[in-house]
């Protein structure tokens, strides 16, 4: 039984629109991430160095304040609780983006905070290429996003693939959605969803290649 699901992915990946779909079917309790409002984000794609650390330390607070009031404040009519990221991406993303001491800063206050925080029951991660990220970001036009780079793309996939190794008592289903679209044909959903939803994952990463 499902109480709790993540549903992540690179930029691009289309983890919101996924969770949204979801939430909405189920009548679960939707969490997104509040990245629109984070000052530091068009400035950090336009100049990454200087603002890489000021950006991990606002998501930082930012995701751990809505994580942790959102989940010790359960509601009664909602079937589960779906959310398009876990706390782990900040980590991820930081890893990326820092210096070595700044990681290592960084890692501290993650570390003290992470554990406070509840597990998700499953873990879905969205595979696509980094082409198929690139034209999606293309796509959806968000101006602050016109800059990332395929080798900035690239690294955030290694990062996810290279933390999801890393966890041996978490339930990971890493989805290749390159030929999928389940925005736009329901057949593609209603795989997604019998995959997640029906069928049973080991502790580990579970690599699907969806027919």
């Known amino acids: 039984m499902i109480n709790y699901l993540v549903i992540e992915g690179n930029i691009g990946a289309g983890k919101t629109s996924l969770a949204s779909m979801i939430a909405e079917k189920h009548n679960a309790r939707l969490i997104l991430e509040q990245y629109a409002d984070n000052p530091f984000l068009p400035k950090f794609y336009q100049d990454q ?10 998501f930082l607070a930012a995701r751990y304040n809505q994580l942790h009031r959102e989940l010790t404040s359960p509601e009664l009519f909602r079937s589960f609780t779906v959310a398009d990221y876990f706390f782990s991406k900040s980590l991820i993303f930081a890893k990326i983006t820092l210096q070595i001491d700044e990681y290592n800063l960084y890692r501290q206050l993650f570390d003290i905070i992470h554990q406070q925080l509840p597990k998700p029951d499953l873990y879905v991660y969205l595979y696509m290429s980094v082409d198929k990220l690139v ?18 793309l690239e690294n955030v996939q290694h990062g996810y693939f290279e933390y999801l190794r890393s966890l041996k008592n978490q339930k990971i289903l890493v989805l290749d959605l390159e030929h999928f ?11 997604i969803e019998d995959v997640i939803f029906r069928q049973e994952h080991a502790n580990g990463m579970n690599r699907i290649q969806l027919p």
């Open 49 to 58: 160095e200087r603002y890489s650390f000021p950006l991990e330390l606002s």
């Open 135 to 152: 034209s999606n970001i293309r796509k959806r036009g968000r101006d602050y996003e016109q800059d990332i780079t395929p080798d900035y």
């Open 181 to 191: 679209d389940f925005i736009s044909v329901k057949r593609h959903y209603s795989i």
